[in-house]
């Protein structure tokens, strides 16, 4: 089981940035192999995709997102990373790493991280 940790987030005031990271813990995993991707959680809300990036750096981004924030990865430093930029009260959630692939006999693995937190208000 590859164990997620993310950090980066906090308070921000709007037109603000932040930087989120996500990594496995203590080698439980490396990321090269799955498509990764950041998820978040508003308030009443339902998990939502915010950006996702591919074993082939393929990037997919929610349509309240582009061109604000951008998703990476280093497969080398085994991270991956989100760029928010021009923050918005909207962007407030818990933020979520997730890691999935599915192997040729179609076992499939999703793994989430424990969330962190950015909250965009004045």
């Known amino acids: 089981q590859m164990q997620l940790a993310e950090s980066g987030g906090g308070l921000v005031q709007p037109g603000g940035s932040l930087r989120l990271s996500c990594e496995p813990l203590?080698?439980?995993?490396?990321?090269?192999?799955?498509?990764m991707g950041w998820y978040r959680q508003a308030p009443g809300k339902q998990r939502e995709l915010v950006a996702s990036i591919g074993k082939d750096f393929t990037t997919n981004y929610a349509d309240s997102v582009k061109g604000r924030f951008t998703i990476s990865r280093d497969d080398a430093k085994n991270v991956v990373s989100l760029e928010m930029n021009r923050l918005l009260p909207d962007d407030t959630a818990d933020y979520y790493c997730?890691?999935?692939?599915?192997?040729?006999?179609?076992?499939?693995?999703?793994?989430w991280g424990q969330g962190t937190r950015v909250t965009v208000s004045s």
């Open positions: 203590k080698s439980s995993g490396i990321i090269f192999m799955y498509d």
């Open positions: 997730n890691a999935k692939r599915t192997l040729a006999d179609g076992e499939r693995h999703d793994f």
